[in-house]
């Protein structure tokens, strides 16, 4: 039997408290539920309603926020020429990859991984849509891999989130780009 739809009122504390949890989460990776609910602007029961456990809230914030990433790929190309693209999105996953790491334990256990192996497949498309983009302008040889071209590029998010991280995830990015190149 399907679930009955949410109130609007529920939906939008929904929203609330996964956009609270994403920011909280940022700034630090053992943040309260409580000051994730007082954020939000709910009660502690409301959190719990939609997320009984903090490892349900946070999946859902890893889930919304590569729903997201994922999803800009047609605007990141819009605006953007296709390379420029591929290293706009490319930064933007490192750094979102970097407070997924800072997240700890709480993505390592079997749940979190069905998560990360469910929504591994819209990125590996997403990195696809970028290559493609960027061998039809000619800016890479063809035939990339994205699963290659994700694994190499994880050097990005393995740099350390400061000034001297943020310049060497740059080096490091270009110098795939340029192995990448016809």
Request: proline letters at 7%.
């Amino acid at each position: 039997m399907p679930a009955a739809p949410q109130r609007s009122d529920a939906l939008k504390n929904r929203e609330a408290i996964l956009q609270v949890a994403h920011d909280v989460l940022a700034e630090s990776g053992d943040a309260s539920l409580n000051s994730i609910a007082k954020r939000a602007g709910v009660g502690p029961g409301t959190l719990y309603r939609h997320f009984p456990t903090r490892e349900a809230l946070i999946l859902e914030v890893y889930r919304r926020d590569v729903d997201r990433l994922v999803g800009s790929v047609p605007d990141v190309l819009a605006s953007h020429p296709p390379l420029d693209a591929l290293r706009h999105w490319f930064t933007t996953l490192a750094a979102y990859v970097r407070l997924k790491h800072g997240l700890g334990d709480a993505l390592n256990t079997a749940a979190a991984q069905e998560v990360v192996s469910a929504t591994s497949a819209s990125v590996t498309a997403a990195v696809g849509r970028l290559l493609d983009a960027c061998e039809r302008a000619g800016e890479v040889r063809p035939g990339l891999d994205p699963t290659d071209v994700i694994m190499l590029m994880s050097c990005l998010w393995r740099t350390p989130d400061n000034p001297d991280g943020a310049a060497q995830a740059n080096r490091l990015l270009e110098l795939a780009i340029d192995g990448f190149r016809p």
